[in-house]
């Protein structure tokens, strides 16, 4: 598991649902778009604390609800069983999963 702090995280409480926004932090302030697919990687919703893997891992322990976007990000997610590989789709070639947990 690497160690850099490379991957944002951003935390937000809905009531009993906690979702998790997770993404490579070169990512940040890209507009995604391949066909009808749109994905705004805006800094208001992305952008919170730098954290390791370890640290995504954790966070989307608790998250009822994630959305990631980026190799790094999306890779920890599948590497620690919390999306699938064949989930994932890709926006002009950046990985994108979304998890909701039941």
Do not use: W
């Amino acid at each position: 598991m690497r160690n850099q702090r490379d991957i944002y995280i951003k935390r937000y409480d809905l009531g009993p649902d906690v979702l998790v926004a997770v993404c490579d932090v070169e990512l940040i302030g890209r507009h995604l778009e391949e066909g009808e697919l749109l994905l705004q990687v805006s800094e208001s919703f992305y952008k919170g604390e730098a954290v390791t893997e370890r640290e995504v891992v954790a966070s989307l322990n608790q998250a009822t609800i994630a959305n990631l976007v980026g190799e790094r990000a999306v890779k920890c997610a599948i590497e620690n069983s919390f999306i699938a590989a064949e989930n994932v789709i890709f926006i002009e070639g950046v990985p994108h999963a979304q998890m909701v947990r039941l």
